[in-house]
């Protein structure tokens, strides 16, 4: 039984020069307890599927044109604002990108990490601050009861990441959405972080949703990983097969530009081209113009996330490789 | 090839970069140094690519910075081809930057929004006034075609092209006064994997087709590999070890080498979850007030009494490999 179902999510963008389609009928789930990884480059739509999902979306000029997202038997997406905010915080949190920017400077860490449990739950102010100290020992701040009561900018960007997890996870919420949260973070520092959210997953048992565009992040993490291009999801299946047998020639271009996977001295690998103009109407599959294997058929059908036979996890996008036509 | 086989063509020796620490309002006074860069001694050969990386906050931009002479030494000198450039007048110190050039990591934020892409490549060939104004058009062309980018979009501005092709327009701009050196401060940090590829390929052919020094400074230790002949590893300032780029990546020796290397996720499912890490205690400490004797000690699974006393010097460990520890052939 998934905890979160989401079906034909459309989210776009209405600029001056044109609409922008970020996500382009993405549909997925997540179990319960399970770790999904949602890995794609820039402009792949991976954070603003996200950020549907919890109502982050300026509108406008952005607009959540279709789809729904089944948490717990409420649709996150037309469910009413009051419905909405008992989960969102509470239920499901999230972990941004950049510590430094997501801490507001003007208030003390304990005022921003026990808000969401007097906001959530009838406890005192001292017991919060109470709980928020145990939080802080679980992240691994040491001397926590004093800390807890500096501002965000007396600590480093590795202790304001712990920091916001510690405020994510101090409802014990039955999912976690991280978007990047190592990528502004040194090589020590993100494999601290990683150990850390394996750990308190196990121990809270709850399902993450971890974004990234570094694939060797999610071979440690993740049970399943889903690749996604120009707003779809083009390929999914468990770790262990996205990387030991990708189907989908961007998976495995993706994987190709990996530099430690590379000869050394050699040219590296490229992708050529660049990924599409979302603003213009995309015929056929979007990764045809840079894929080495595309057909003219792949410029005129739009490929559906067809699942591969005999192995019921592994679903992905590529024409040519449904037909059986390359390997 | 090995380095000592090239001719030398930077020098550093025992560079110190410390910035001033105030306090006080009326009666200011200095109360201590953020001590970035504390005794860097190496030499670069031409045409030799050196990737340098540590932490944030160990130093290597800012030893970049001073290579360059945007910021002044405080002790040491910086050596380039015979010249101390660490003495040398402000007019001595323009007339190097030609061959002296830096691209930056963020290209969003290292090109002028407001001037075309001309006016950009353009400029250091008028300041430097290495072309006559009539002939800059052509040259300008030239640059871009070595870069892989179309002429045609010579009047276009920045905000019009994609990160990837604004760090090619960076690198043409480091690359117009013809250069000996280029010192690249994180350049595909900011870039996508897939554009990451075409910008080292390209910093790499340059480098080999123009007989380039490159000074690397990246965090992602597999492009560094990938790119380099030799390593350095800075940690609080100083370098720790030094050495060959495979045997270093491969074969690290300085306990905060092997941490470093062993932190970085490895892109395969199986070996990645039963993987043994060596994980760093706390973070760095602060460069205003280092730890006494190795500034690594209490970080260090390997640490003694004896670590406590003086920087260690480096030892040999390998051809061409050394390393700051005094436990080195002990672990």
Do not use: W
């Amino acid at each position: 039984m998934p905890i979160l179902t989401v079906s034909d999510l459309r989210t776009s963008f209405h600029t001056r020069n044109g609409v922008y389609r970020a996500v382009d009928g993405v549909s997925f789930d997540v179990g319960r307890g399970e770790t999904l990884g949602i890995v794609g480059e820039s402009g792949s739509g991976k954070s603003v599927t996200c950020y549907s999902l919890m109502g982050l979306i300026p509108q406008p000029p952005g607009k959540i044109e279709s789809g729904t997202a089944i948490f717990d038997g409420i649709d996150l997406l037309h469910c009413t604002p009051k419905q909405s905010r008992s989960i969102r915080g509470k239920r499901i949190a999230m972990i941004f990108q950049d510590p430094m920017t997501s801490l507001n400077p003007y208030l003390r860490v304990s005022d921003q990490l026990i808000e969401p449990l007097l906001i959530h739950e009838s406890v005192s102010r001292k017991d919060a601050i109470k709980r928020g100290v145990e939080m802080l020992n679980a992240v691994g701040i040491n001397d926590a009861e004093k800390r807890i009561h500096y501002y965000p900018h007396e600590f480093s960007g590795g202790m304001r990441q712990r920091v916001m997890i510690a405020m994510a996870l101090i409802t014990r919420p039955e999912l976690l959405i991280a978007d990047e949260p190592t990528t502004a973070l040194d090589v020590t520092v993100q494999a601290q972080i990683l150990e850390l959210i394996r750990k308190l997953q196990k121990e809270i048992g709850m399902a993450v949703i971890f974004i990234t565009h570094d694939l060797a992040v999610v071979s440690g993490l993740c049970d399943r990983v889903q690749v996604m291009y120009a707003g779809r999801i083009v390929e999914t299946a468990d770790t262990k097969t996205i990387f030991q047998n990708p189907k989908h020639p961007y998976t495995r271009a993706l994987q190709r530009s990996i530099p430690a996977l590379q000869p050394k001295g050699g040219e590296l690998y490229t992708i050529k081209g660049m990924p599409p103009d979302l603003s213009k109407p995309i015929a056929g599959c979007p990764f045809a113009p840079r894929c080495e294997y595309a057909a003219e058929k792949c410029y005129l059908i739009t490929p559906a996330l067809e699942p591969v036979p005999g192995e019921p996890l592994h679903a992905h996008a590529c024409l040519r490789a449904q037909l059986g036509e390359i390997s | 090839m090995e380095s000592s086989m090239r001719e030398p063509i930077i020098e550093l020796r025992d560079v110190k970069t410390h910035f001033p620490v105030y306090s006080g309002f009326l009666f200011r006074k200095q109360t201590g140094a953020v001590k970035a860069v504390d005794g860097v001694s190496l030499t670069i050969g031409r045409g030799e690519v050196l990737g340098l990386v540590g932490e944030s906050g160990c130093g290597k931009s800012t030893l970049a910075r001073t290579i360059m002479q945007l910021v002044p030494t405080t002790a040491g000198a910086v050596i380039l081809e015979g010249k101390n450039l660490s003495e040398g007048s402000s007019s001595e110190i323009r007339d190097v930057r030609r061959d002296l050039q830096m691209v930056f990591q963020d290209p969003y934020a290292s090109l002028n929004p407001r001037k075309t892409v001309y006016d950009t490549i353009c400029e250091p060939l008028l300041v430097h006034r290495v072309c006559a104004p009539a002939d800059a058009p052509a040259r300008v062309a030239e640059l871009m075609n070595i870069v892989g980018l179309a002429p045609r979009f010579m009047k276009k501005y920045p905000h019009e092209f994609s990160g990837g092709q604004r760090q090619r327009i960076a690198i043409a701009r480091a690359l117009a006064l013809d250069p000996k050196v280029i010192i690249a401060d994180e350049p595909v940090s900011a870039l996508d994997v897939s554009i990451q590829g075409q910008i080292l390929n390209l910093l790499a052919q340059l480098g080999r087709e123009r007989n380039l020094s490159l000074i690397f400074i990246a965090h992602d230790l597999s492009v560094v590999k990938h790119i380099s002949d030799r390593v350095a590893v800075m940690y609080l300032g100083k370098i720790v070890e030094l050495g060959p780029a495979v045997n270093v990546i491969d074969h690290p020796r300085h306990p905060y080498t092997r941490a470093l290397i062993s932190a970085i996720p490895k892109p395969d499912p199986v070996t990645e979850r039963v993987r043994q890490r060596i994980m760093l205690p706390g973070d760095p400490p602060s460069p205003i007030n280092p730890p006494r004797g190795c500034t690594f000690h209490p970080r260090c699974p390997y640490a003694i009494e004896a670590c406590k006393a003086a920087f260690p010097p480096m030892i040999p460990v390998g051809p061409g490999q050394e390393a700051a520890c005094i436990r080195v052939n002990e672990i």
